[in-house]
C-alpha cells in the first residue's frame, strides 16, 4: 500500500521540534537515577507511588527499569545514551539477588528488566551474567504460573495478561529467542489451553472468563466475574501473543485456532454507534450470555478501547490471512477518530490510557492513504499538542496525573514521564519502522 506524503508545514515542523524539546528536558529530569528515587519516594511517601520507583521492584511501568529504557530507545542522540541507561540497570540489577521479586511479569516483575537488559546487550557482550539470573528466575516463575493455570483454567486477573501475566512474559521470551524458547513455549501452550469454551454458574463461559470484577476485585461466583477485552488486562494480550509468536515462527499445534477462537469473540460481540464499530471494557455474565444492551463507548487507549484491541486483530489478521478482520480493525480505528474528541476519555499524558500511548498507537495508521491516514495524522498531531500544553517544567517529572489522592508524579515508562519522552522523540525524530521499545506494548 502506498503511503501519504510526509512533506512538512512549518506547523508541524514548530510541533516537532518543541516535541523533541520536551522529550530532551524530560531526559534531563530523569538523568540520575538516585534522583529519581529520591524525588518520587518524597512526593508522596504516604500514596505508594514513591516506592514504584524503589530499585527493588524493578518496575517497568514506573521505575528505574523504565527510565533506562527511555535512554536505551530514543531516536535523538541528545536523548539517547548508553551510559545513563547502564547506571539506572546498575542500580536495579545491583539489587537483583538480595531483593529478587515474585512475578515475571512484563510491567511489574522481571520480565520488564529481562527486556530492558536485552535491548541494552544488542550490539555488546554486557549484562550476560544479570540476563542468565533473570531468565532463570522467570522460567521458574513462569512454570509455576502455567502450572496454576492447568490446575485451575479458571482464575484471577493478571495471570494471563500483558501486564503482570502470561501475555507480557511470553513476550518477553518472544525477544529472548533461544534463550527463552522452552519458556515461550510453556507460556504459548498455558495460553492455547484456555482458548475454548468451560462449563461454569450453569452456562458456559471463555477459558479465559475471570474471578474478579472490572475494577479487581476478587470473587468467588463465577457469574460475578467477566470477561476482559482490553489489551493490558484482557483476552487482547493473549491474542497479541499468540499471533506475533506464529508470525515471528513458532506455532504449536492449535495455535491458529485459538487465535481465530479469540478473534471470533471480538467479531462477535462488536457493538455500533453512530460512528462506527467498537467494543466495550469488559462482559459481565449477564452481557456475556444474554447480549443485553451494551455500555457506551469507552475511553480509546492502548491498555483499554479500540486502539489496543485493533493493534491485537491486526496482528491477527495478519498471522490468519483474514482480511475480513483487518478491516473490522481498520473501522474499528476510524470510527474512534472521528467521535467527537471529548469521548475519547483520555485525561492524562501517558503511555498506558494518555494521550502519549494515542500518539504511539497511531502512528502506523498516520501513514496509510486515505480516510484513516488523514484522520490518524491529524489525531497525532493533537495528541502531540496536548503533550507540549501539558507539559510543566516545575514539575519534577514534567506531568502530573489526575486520581483520587491529589496529583502523582510518576517517572517510568508506562505511567510516567520516560514513556511520554519516548513517545515525543518518536514523533519529533518521524522514527519509523516501530522503534523496538514499542516491543513491550506489542507494537513492534
Not at 38 to 57: D, F, I, K, T, V
Not at 297 to 324: K, V
Not at 416 to 428: E, K, R
Request: hydrophobic share 40%.
Amino acid at each position: 500500500m502506498s503511503t501519504r506524503s510526509d512533506a512538512p508545514a512549518d506547523g508541524d515542523e514548530r510541533r516537532r521540534a518543541a516535541a523533541l524539546g520536551i522529550s530532551r528536558a524530560l531526559a534531563r529530569k530523569l538523568a540520575d537515577p538516585d534522583d529519581v528515587i529520591r524525588h518520587a519516594r518524597s512526593l508522596h511517601p504516604g500514596s505508594g507511588h514513591g516506592g514504584q520507583a524503589s530499585a527493588g521492584q524493578q518496575s517497568l511501568s514506573s521505575g528505574l527499569t523504565g527510565t533506562a529504557l527511555l535512554f536505551l530507545g530514543a531516536a535523538e542522540p541528545g536523548v539517547r545514551d548508553e551510559r545513563t541507561a547502564h547506571r539506572h540497570l546498575r542500580t536495579v540489577t545491583s539489587r537483583l539477588n538480595r531483593d529478587l521479586t515474585r512475578t515475571a511479569g512484563i510491567f511489574s516483575g522481571l520480565g520488564g528488566l529481562g527486556h530492558a537488559l536485552a535491548l541494552a546487550q544488542r550490539g555488546t557482550d554486557g549484562y550476560t551474567t544479570a540476563l542468565d539470573a533473570v531468565d532463570a528466575r522467570v522460567a521458574v516463575l513462569t512454570g509455576a504460573l502455567c502450572a496454576d493455570v492447568r490446575a485451575r483454567p479458571l482464575g484471577e486477573l493478571g495471570r494471563f495478561d500483558v501486564v503482570s501475566g502470561l501475555a507480557g512474559i511470553g513476550r518477553y521470551a518472544l525477544l529472548r529467542g533461544s534463550a527463552q524458547r522452552e519458556t515461550l513455549v510453556t507460556v504459548l501452550t498455558a495460553l492455547i489451553s484456555l482458548c475454548r469454551a468451560l462449563p461454569a454458574g450453569g452456562g458456559t463461559v471463555p477459558g479465559y472468563w475471570v474471578l474478579n470484577r472490572p475494577r479487581g476485585a476478587a470473587v468467588k461466583d463465577v457469574r460475578d466475574g467477566h470477561l476482559n477485552l482490553g489489551l493490558s488486562h484482557g483476552i487482547a494480550g493473549p491474542l497479541a501473543l499468540l499471533a506475533a509468536a506464529h508470525l515471528s515462527g513458532v506455532s504449536l499445534p492449535g495455535q491458529l485456532r485459538g487465535i481465530d477462537y479469540l478473534a471470533g469473540i471480538y467479531r462477535s460481540r462488536v457493538v455500533e454507534d453512530g460512528h462506527g464499530p467498537y467494543w466495550p471494557n469488559a462482559l459481565s455474565w449477564d452481557a456475556w450470555t444474554t447480549l443485553g444492551k451494551p455500555p457506551t463507548r469507552p475511553r480509546s487507549s492502548w491498555c483499554y478501547g479500540t486502539l489496543g484491541i485493533a493493534r491485537a486483530l491486526g496482528l491477527a489478521a495478519t498471522a490468519t490471512g483474514g482480511d475480513e478482520l483487518a478491516e473490522l480493525a481498520d473501522a474499528a480505528v476510524l470510527a474512534a477518530l472521528r467521535a467527537p474528541r471529548g469521548e475519547a476519555g483520555i485525561t492524562d499524558a501517558a503511555l498506558c490510557h494518555g494521550w502519549a500511548g494515542a500518539l504511539t498507537c497511531l502512528a502506523p495508521y498516520a501513514r496509510r492513504d486515505g480516510a484513516l491516514g488523514v484522520e490518524a495524522a491529524r489525531h497525532r498531531d493533537a495528541a502531540a499538542a496536548a503533550l507540549i500544553t501539558g507539559y510543566d517544567d516545575a514539575a519534577p517529572f514534567g506531568y502530573r496525573y489526575p486520581e483520587a489522592d491529589g496529583h502523582a508524579d510518576l517517572p517510568g515508562f508506562l505511567d510516567g514521564a520516560a514513556g511520554i519522552s519516548l513517545a515525543l522523540d518518536a514523533y519529533g525524530s518521524r522514527h519509523r519502522p516501530a522503534a523496538p521499545w514499542q516491543t513491550t506494548l506489542f507494537l513492534a
